[in-house]
């Protein structure tokens, strides 16, 4: 091999390990970041949980569940008290429409039943707002409010259906403990 060669070969293998390097530091990345929305999302439904589904001055833990979700569920959560009783579940659930999506964190008791919803920031095409709006006038079976951007049967659907999705999650997860 001539010194041409060498060189070339030289120059590969460092481009090779220049892209590995690369790959595993966005992956790295990707995982910190996920580590970091993950503990947002369990520090919300802590504080959901600590006015729904205790007494005053008790505290939860939110623990990740052992069980993998599927879309629309995108993360799901055991919530316990300090002395390891189990109190409720929650998730983070994809609420997606005709041009727009959002996120809901639904808590649910131990018993699976729904307790509470709460809309998240960083929906695209539909204000968290407006979500917030839709889920008040659903609990109170009134309508009106809403913005012209969203069709209001097409968010009653998606969000019924995302309900529906979080709440087979959380009933999933009570079986899988029992």
Do not use: C
């Not at 590995?20 to 970041?33: F, P, S, V």
């Not at 919530?79 to 996120?103: K, P």
Request: proline share 3%; no cysteine; aromatic share 4%.
């Amino acid at each position: 091999m001539n010194n041409f060669t060498k060189e070339k070969a030289a120059e590969t293998a460092a481009a090779a390990a220049l892209v590995a390097l690369l790959a595993a530091a966005i992956a790295l990345g990707a995982m910190i970041q996920d580590r970091a929305e993950s503990g947002s999302i369990a520090a919300s439904l802590a504080r959901m949980a600590e006015r729904t589904l205790v007494p005053a001055g008790i505290s939860v833990q939110v623990l990740p569940s052992p069980l993998r979700a599927s879309l629309p569920v995108r993360r799901a959560f055991s919530i316990t008290d300090r002395a390891g009783r189990r109190v409720g579940t929650g998730a983070a659930v994809v609420v997606e429409g005709y041009g727009w999506t959002g996120e809901l964190l639904v808590l649910a008791d131990e018993r699976g039943r729904l307790v509470s919803t709460l809309p998240r920031n960083g929906a695209s095409g539909i204000r968290s707002e407006e979500l917030a709006v839709y889920l008040r006038q659903r609990e109170r079976k009134a309508s009106g409010g809403l913005d012209v951007s969203v069709d209001p049967r097409d968010l009653e659907f998606s969000v019924s259906r995302a309900l529906e999705a979080a709440l087979a999650a959380t009933r999933d997860g009570l079986e899988e403990t029992k």
